[in-house]
């Protein structure tokens, strides 16, 4: 059933190119945000996912585009609720803070600002900040602590919302949101203006192909996600737009996310314009034969899933996942059958009383599993497991066991 139009591209989102080959189809699969009121209601929307490699540049991606306006509008993702992800916010924006010189008063901007908790931090420390978001429930909760948000995505033309003072902005900051865009190079070249051409900072945060590839995180190709990048195709698709990658990772991998591929570039003009970094090769990614191998690898793995699943459930075992988020929703309705999982635990109370898309298991705070146990839990939030470990102490001290699903893929 699909609510949203879709339609198919014929050119590669970057380089424009036709020479596109498909090396992993998933089947029909829902958005990640389509949650229901009800096992029995049928999904918002379900549409394969194939996953395409441009042969002129090597950058991955999705073909069919879902009309996403309205789906945005009433998006309710956020991190906040999270200790690891709380701290990394603030860590992202001292970092960035001491690093580049920043000063009470400089302008940041945050595109797909959420809740403005990222944001938040920046204010903290002095910054005149603004973000742009979809989802009006979001948009609530950011005035609510304080952050002013402009209610709308942000597209050509979007520069002249920003108040006159805050022109040009020191840094503008894309958290897992540059890999939603349709348009990955137009948007950059919107966003460009915006930035001080004399020390202006886009600061990017998307999931790695390449962790995807040795990891097998089949659960981050969504509808949502329209490219898959790598720092090296990131790199030449800023570099087109005359942005320049200054940096790779900012922070430890310890105190990243999940799946965080942490990037900052300026434009040609700025003065950390000497910091930039050589070209990167393109790697296995770009690679054919290695996108097809990983292709039948991701195969393998949905079968390991069911099969784990299976002789569990076999074995008397009564399940629960953990992590209501993009990755369990996704890895759920991949593999998961009516009646596996009884429950999927998110501390996200947005989540709490609805069921998942596709596999339809019901989401419910974490502490429900000490008033209806279970033998086993699979984290599908992994960047998340040792918080996850302590709330769960008293689950594991028990006898209780937590399994992550990267241990299975």
């Known amino acids: 059933m699909s609510g949203f139009g879709v339609t198919w591209r014929t050119t590669c989102r970057h380089c424009g190119g036709t020479d596109l080959i498909p090396y992993l189809t998933l089947p029909s699969l829902p958005m990640t945000d389509g949650f229901l009121k009800s096992a029995d209601q049928p999904d918002l929307f379900s549409h394969p996912i194939a996953v395409h490699l441009c042969r002129g540049c090597g950058l991955s991606q999705i073909r069919h585009e879902v009309q996403v306006a309205e789906y945005y509008s009433d998006y309710n993702y956020s991190a906040a ?56 429930a979001l948009c609530a909760t950011s005035r609510r602590i304080g952050v002013p948000v402009v209610t709308g995505l942000y597209q050509a033309g979007s520069e002249a919302l920003i108040p006159a003072p805050m ?12 890999d939603h865009l349709p348009e990955p190079r137009l948007f950059a070249q919107s966003v460009a203006p915006a930035l001080d051409p004399d020390c202006g900072l886009l600061i990017l945060e998307v999931h790695d192909l390449e ?10 190709f969504e509808h949502e996600h329209t490219i898959y990048p790598t720092a090296a195709t990131l790199q030449r698709i800023l570099a087109d737009c005359g942005l320049l990658v200054v940096e790779i990772g900012v922070l430890p991998e310890e105190r990243r996310r999940g799946n965080s591929l942490l990037v900052v570039a ?3 003009t700025s003065r950390f ?3 930039a970094l050589a070209p990167l090769p ?12 990983f292709g039948r690898s991701v195969e393998d793995s949905i079968r390991r899933l069911g099969q784990w699943t299976a002789e569990r459930r076999k074995a008397g075992k009564r399940l629960a996942g953990y992590g209501a988020g993009g990755r369990g929703v996704m890895t759920l309705a991949a593999f998961a059958k009516p009646g596996d999982f009884a429950y999927v635990c998110d501390r996200n109370t947005a989540f709490h009383g609805w069921f998942t898309p596709g596999a339809k298991v019901p989401v419910v705070p974490p502490e429900h599993v000490f008033a209806d146990p279970v033998d086993e839990i699979l984290v599908f939030s992994f960047g998340y497991m040792d918080e996850i470990r302590a709330d769960l102490e008293a689950f594991t001290a028990k006898g209780g066991r937590l399994t992550s699903m990267l241990d299975i893929l």
């Open 167 to 178: 022109r040009p902005v020191k840094a503008a900051l894309l958290t897992y949101t540059f």
């Open 211 to 220: 962790k995807i590839f040795a990891r097998r995180e089949f659960c981050l």
């Open 81 to 136: 609720s999270s200790g690891f992800a709380s701290r990394f916010m603030a860590d992202l924006a001292e970092t960035v803070w001491r690093r580049y010189d920043l000063k009470a008063g400089d302008s940041i901007i945050e595109i797909g600002s959420g809740d403005g908790a990222q944001l938040a931090c920046f204010r903290d420390l002095g910054a005149t900040v603004l973000g742009f978001e979809p989802s009006e």
């Open 282 to 293: 393109p790697g296995p990614c770009s690679d054919e034969e290695s996108c097809l191998a």
């Open 266 to 268: 300026t434009p040609k």
């Open 273 to 275: 314009a000497p910091r």
